[in-house]
C-alpha cells in the first residue's frame, strides 16, 4: 500500500510538471488535455501490464517486467556498501572483472545471458535503469510503472511532433497511430524495454526530419545523440534499421527529384557496406549476426517453453539464404499472430492487430489522393523503415508473443503510410471525423 501512495504522488508531480513544459503544453492539434489523459491511459495500461504477468503468467523469474527490477536490487545495494562498485557498474566502467562477477552478477539472474552471441548486452541497461528509479521508488515497482509510462509518454509526443508536419490534414489520426495501437499501448506502459526504445526513438525523428531540424541550435545535437544512444543500448538493430530511410529521406529533402531512385541507391550502397565489412571483419558480418540471433532465440525457446512457437527456416550467414527466406520473413512479421490463435486471449489481440497492419494500408490505397499530390520521400521513408525491421524481425524472432513486441516500433509507421496516401474527402464523413483534425 505505501507503494500505491508514493506512485500516485510521483503521478501528480509528473503531471504538474508536464502542465509547465512547453513540450508537453504546445503540440500541434493536441491540447494538454489530451497530453494529460493520454499519461493516465498509460499508467492504467502499465497497472494492466503488472496484472497480466502477476496473475496470468506469474513466474516471476521469466517475466520481464520484475527479472530486470529483482536484478536491480544487487546494484542498488552496492551503492551503500561499495559506493564505487555501484558508480562503476551503472556506467560501464572497469566492472568485467572476478570481482564484480562472485560479489554482485552471481546474485543477478539476468546480467549474464545463457544464450549469447556477445552482442550488446541490453539486458545491462535495463537493471540499470530500474536501479537508477530505485533511488527514487524505495523499491516499489508501483513506482517503476508510473515512470515508465511517463517516459513512453514523452517518446511518443516527441514522435508525433516529429511526424505531424508530414500529415497536418490528419492530426487525430496520427494521435491514434503513435499512441493507441494496442501493442505500442500495452508494451510501452511497461517496465519494459519498449518504453526507452520510444524515447529514443522519438528524439531522433525530432530531432532529425521533425520541426527541431530546422533550427540551428545545440539542443537539437543534444537531443539526437540522447536519441541515438537510447535506441542503441537497448535495441540497436531498430537504430541501424532507420538510418538508411533516413539518410535517403535527408537527400530527397536536400535535393528533390528522383525520390525512388535515391532510396534504392542509398539502401544499394549502405547493404553493400555492410556486407563488404563483413567480409573486412568477420566478427561484424550481418548475416552472420542475424543467423547467430536466430540460433540463440532458437536455443532460449529450448530452455523456455512457450505456447507461440513457430517454424522458422534456418538461416545460412550467406546472401542466398537471407533473400530465399525474405518473403517468409515478411509473412511471419505481419501473419503469424493468425497461427497461434488458440494459445491465449494476448494472441487473439496479435491477431486483430495483424489484420489492421493489412486493412488499414489496403482502405487508404482504395480511398488515396492523386499520385502527384503524395508526399513520396515521407512515403518511401516510412515504408523503408516498416520492410527492413519487418525482415529483421521475420528473419530471427520464432516466437510470436516476443515478435508481436519487437514490431512496436513499426505500427505507428504503418498508420503513418495510411495517412500519406488517404484523401480525407473520400472517406465516410464518421471516418472522414475520425482522423481529421
Known sequence: MPGIFLAIAWFALLLFAMRRVRFFRDAPGLPMRAVATLFALRVLTGAAVWAVYTYAYPDRATADIFKYFDDSRVLHEALFTRPSDWFRMLFGIGNDTPWFTEQYYREMNHWVRRWDSGLHNDAHTMIRFNAVLRLVSFGHYAVHAVFAAW????????????????????????????????????????????????????FVLLAAIGPWARALDPRRVV???????????????????????????????????????????????????????????????????????????????????TGSIIDLPVLEPNARSFVANAPHALANAFLSPFAVLGSGPLAWVGALESALLVAVPLLALWRRRPWSAIDRPALLFALAFIMLLALLIGWTVPVVGALVRYRVPLLPFVGLVALLLVDPARLPSRLRTFIAP
Do not use: N
Open 151 to 202: 517516459v513512453s509518454t514523452v517518446g511518443a509526443l516527441a514522435l508525433y511532433r516529429a511526424l505531424e508536419p508530414l500529415v497536418r490534414h490528419a492530426r487525430r489520426g496520427l494521435a491514434i497511430s503513435v499512441f493507441l495501437w494496442p501493442s505500442v499501448l500495452f508494451w510501452g506502459s511497461g517496465v519494459l524495454k519498449e518504453c526507452l526504445l520510444l524515447l529514443g526513438l522519438g
Open 223 to 305: 537531443v539526437l545523440v540522447l536519441g541515438a544512444a537510447l535506441m542503441g543500448l537497448v535495441k540497436a538493430y531498430v537504430l541501424l534499421c532507420l538510418l538508411p530511410p533516413l539518410i535517403a529521406y535527408a537527400w530527397c529533402r536536400w535535393k528533390p527529384g528522383r525520390t525512388g531512385l535515391k532510396f534504392l541507391a542509398v539502401h544499394v550502397v549502405l547493404v553493400s557496406a555492410a556486407l563488404l565489412l563483413g567480409r573486412l571483419l568477420p566478427q561484424l558480418d550481418p548475416l552472420y549476426i542475424l543467423a547467430m540471433k536466430q540460433s540463440d532465440f532458437i536455443g532460449l525457446t529450448r530452455e523456455v517453453p
